[in-house]
């Protein structure tokens, strides 16, 4: 996986394996920290297709390395989102979701599309999601149903949900 930094955005691309250069990422990650004082570090993931066991435990490890500010996944693509609902430390303590691609199907045409969408406007933080239901979208004429089960999908959110309706709020605030 490679990465990019432009401004306070790390923009990754590729595929997270063992390929990946913690020590190069943690070393560019300290010099932007020292930049942008106490602005948080967003983490774009929507290019990288996909990620394999070892590049998901080599990134556990890294991001347990990252103790200090404030971190956003943004634009979190789908495969990432199953994995922070099954495992444990992919959104430690500082770490936050602030959008997230959630896949609709439609049954009659046989197709699939992603949806970005933003935690706290486009999905609610609830303490449950097994009574919340995501509508249907309608695009290009074809209307597309949630291709998910909101319970799992969103369990992540549900974790620690006062921890991110607090550092929603003050996201909104530092970025209207």
């Not at 300290?30 to 990620?51: M, Q």
């Not at 495992?87 to 691609?101: A, C, K, W």
């Not at 004429?141 to 909101?150: A, Q, W």
């Amino acid at each position: 996986m490679k990465f990019q930094i432009e401004g306070q955005n790390v923009i990754f691309s590729g595929v997270l394996d063992e390929s990946f250069l913690s020590s190069e990422f943690l070393e560019q990650i300290k010099k932007l920290r020292s930049t942008i004082k106490s602005r948080a570090v967003n983490l774009d993931f929507s290019n990288v297709l996909y990620a394999n066991s070892i590049g998901i435990a080599n990134w556990i490890k890294l991001i347990d390395q990252l103790k200090e500010g404030t971190y956003y996944y943004s634009k979190t693509p789908i495969w990432l989102v199953h994995l922070m609902s099954i495992i444990s430390g992919v959104v430690p303590e500082n770490f936050y979701v602030t959008s997230m691609s959630v896949p609709f199907y439609s049954e009659n045409h046989d197709k699939e599309i992603q949806v970005l969408m933003e935690i706290g406007r486009d999905i609610p933080l609830l303490d449950d999601y097994s009574s919340f239901n995501l509508e249907s979208k309608t695009v290009d004429g074809i209307l597309y149903e949630p291709d998910i089960s909101e319970d799992h999908y969103f369990r992540f959110l549900v974790i620690d949900s006062v921890r991110l309706k607090k550092m929603l709020s003050e996201h909104r605030k530092n970025n209207p």
